[in-house]
C-alpha cells in the first residue's frame, strides 16, 4: 500500500518553515524519509523506528506517530540547499515510497 | 571509497534489444535492490535481493530478470526492450545492520526508441 504524501508542493521563501506528512492506511513499523535534487540519485534523510520517535538532522528533524499511522517532516528555517523532492518510503525490506512532495525555495 | 556504480548512465536503444543494466556496490552491503522511476514521479521497486542466489519481485510488475551471482554485483536484463521500458532505473543497496538505510547509485537512463 503507498503511503500518501501531502502537500505535492510547497513554495517557501528562505527562512521559513515547511511540514511535510506521510500517512498509511496500513499499520506502519518505520518510515524513511529521502531527499532528491533534479537529475541525482535519492539521498538517505532519516529513518523512524518506532512510535513517538523524533529525529533530527541539522534544521532538518521528524517525528512518528504510529497510533495515527503517520510521519511528518520539518524543515526549519529554509535554505536554498534544501529545494529537491522528499520522499517517505515505508516497508520491511524494499521500499514503497509515496508520490513526493516538492519543495521550491526562492531567495 | 565504498559506493555504488551503475553503469551505463544513459542507454539509447532499439525496440527488441537485449539490454544488461550493471549495478555494483564496494560497501559490502547484503541488500540490494532495483527500482523505476519516471521523470517527476514516485520510485516503483521492481526486484530486490537478500543476498547470493537470493532474489524477489517488487511492487511494480517488471518484463525484467535480475541475478546475484556475486554479493557486490546486481545486474537487471530485459530480455526484449520496448518503449514502454524507457524510464530511469535506479539500483540501492543497504546492510542487514542499518535498519535497511538505503544508499542510491546515479541511475541509468534508458530510453528505447
Known amino acids: 500500500q503507498q503511503p500518501v504524501q501531502s502537500p505535492q508542493a510547497v513554495i517557501l521563501r528562505e527562512g521559513e518553515d515547511a511540514v511535510i506528512n506521510c500517512s498509511s492506511s496500513?499499520?506502519?513499523?518505520?518510515v524513511h524519509w529521502y531527499r532528491q535534487k533534479h537529475g541525482e540519485a535519492p539521498v538517505f534523510l532519516m529513518i523512524?523506528?518506532?512510535?513517538?520517535e523524533q529525529k533530527g538532522h541539522e534544521k532538518i528533524s521528524a517525528s512518528f506517530n504510529e497510533k495515527k499511522q503517520q510521519s511528518s517532516l520539518y524543515l526549519t528555517a529554509s535554505q536554498l540547499s534544501y529545494s529537491g523532492t522528499y520522499f517517505c518510503?515505508?516497508?520491511?525490506?524494499?521500499?514503497?515510497f509515496g508520490k513526493g512532495t516538492h519543495l521550491i525555495i526562492q531567495p | 571509497e565504498a559506493d555504488i556504480y551503475q553503469t551505463p548512465r544513459y542507454l539509447v536503444i532499439g525496440t527488441g534489444k537485449k539490454i544488461t543494466l550493471e549495478c555494483s556496490q564496494t560497501?559490502?552491503?547484503?541488500?540490494m535492490y532495483w527500482y523505476q522511476q519516471d521523470p517527476g514521479m514516485e520510485l516503483h521497486l521492481i526486484h530486490y535481493s537478500y543476498g547470493v542466489n537470493s532474489t524477489e519481485k517488487g511492487d511494480l510488475s517488471s518484463e525484467s530478470t535480475v541475478s546475484r551471482i556475486r554479493t557486490e554485483h546486481f545486474p537487471l536484463t530485459l530480455e526484449s526492450a520496448r518503449p514502454s521500458h524507457t524510464s530511469q532505473y535506479l539500483c540501492?543497496?543497504?546492510?542487514?545492520?542499518?535498519?535497511?538505510?538505503?544508499?542510491f547509485g546515479p541511475g541509468t537512463r534508458l530510453t528505447v526508441l
Open positions: 540501492a543497496s543497504s546492510s542487514w545492520s542499518s535498519y535497511n538505510e538505503q544508499f
Open positions: 560497501m559490502g552491503h547484503d541488500k
Open positions: 523512524l523506528l518506532k512510535g513517538g
Open positions: 496500513k499499520a506502519l513499523y518505520s
Open positions: 518510503g515505508t516497508g520491511a525490506d524494499g521500499l514503497t
